[in-house]
C-alpha cells in the first residue's frame, strides 16, 4: 500500500513560511511522507484532495474577532491569512470526515472554536496554576484518551468543546484533548506529541493518525 500523504500546516510571520522540523519528521518516522501547506484559504479543497490526512500545527493565538469576541489585549494573534486558511481547511474537512485529523496546541484550539467551543484566552489571569502549561513544561493528563506526562506550551485553552468531546483534562482541569466520536480519526491536543517523550501520548499519536490514513477513503 503506497506510503500516506499527510499535510501539515505553516506559520507565518514577517512574510514568511515557518516550520519546526518535528512534525515532519515524526510523519517520515511512522510511514508517512510530509506534505508542508502554505497558507492558501482558495486552495482548501484541493489539499484536502491531494491529503490522506492533516496536521493542524501548534502557533501564536486564535483572532477572536471572527467569532465575534474582542481578542485579548495580551494575545499574540496568528497571521489573518493562516487563520482564514486553517479555517477553511477545517470546513473542507467537514465534508471529508474520513479523512484523519490531528490538531496540536493552536490546531486543537481552532478546531474547537471551528465545532462552537470556547476559548480562555489568557491563562494567567483565571488559572493559579497556568505556569505548569507554559515554559516548554511537563506535566501530566488524564482520561479516556490515556494517561501520562506531556510536553505542555501555551497560554490558553479550551473551556467548552463545542460539540466535540473532552477525552483528557490536566489535574488542575484544563481540557487537554478533544475528539468527534462520529469520526474515523479527529483529535486535538493541546500538548505536543512531536515533542513528547511518552510513546503513547507522543509520536504513538501521529502513528495513528498515519495509520488511519492507509485506509483508502
Do not use: N
Amino acid at each position: 500500500m503506497p506510503q500516506p500523504v499527510i499535510g501539515i500546516t505553516l506559520d507565518l510571520s514577517d512574510h514568511r513560511y515557518i516550520a519546526r522540523p518535528q512534525c515532519a519528521l515524526a510523519v517520515a518516522q511512522v510511514g508517512g511522507v510530509p506534505v508542508l501547506l502554505p497558507c492558501l484559504a482558495e486552495r482548501a479543497k484541493q489539499f484536502a484532495q491531494l491529503c490522506d490526512g492533516i496536521i493542524f500545527t501548534g502557533g501564536d493565538d486564535p483572532i477572536m474577532e471572527t467569532w465575534g469576541i474582542p481578542t485579548h489585549e495580551q494575545a499574540k494573534p496568528i497571521a489573518p491569512q493562516r487563520q482564514a486558511f486553517e479555517l477553511a481547511l477545517l470546513k473542507q474537512l467537514d465534508d471529508q470526515r474520513d479523512i484523519p485529523v490531528l490538531g496540536i496546541c493552536l490546531g486543537m484550539q481552532l478546531m474547537g472554536l471551528h465545532h462552537g467551543g470556547e476559548l480562555d484566552q489568557h491563562l494567567p489571569s483565571t488559572l493559579a496554576s497556568a505556569d505548569q502549561h507554559w515554559g516548554k513544561r511537563e506535566h501530566s493528563i488524564s482520561g479516556s484518551l490515556g494517561q501520562g506526562i506531556v510536553h505542555s506550551h501555551h497560554r490558553q485553552a479550551i473551556t467548552e468543546p463545542g460539540r466535540l468531546t473532552v477525552v483528557a483534562t490536566a489535574p488542575d482541569g484544563v481540557i487537554e484533548a478533544i475528539q468527534d466520536d462520529q469520526r474515523p480519526f479527529y483529535l486535538g491536543v493541546q500538548w505536543h506529541p512531536e515533542r513528547t517523550d511518552d510513546e503513547s501520548l507522543g509520536l504513538g499519536l501521529i502513528q495513528q493518525l498515519v495509520d488511519k490514513a492507509r485506509k483508502p477513503h
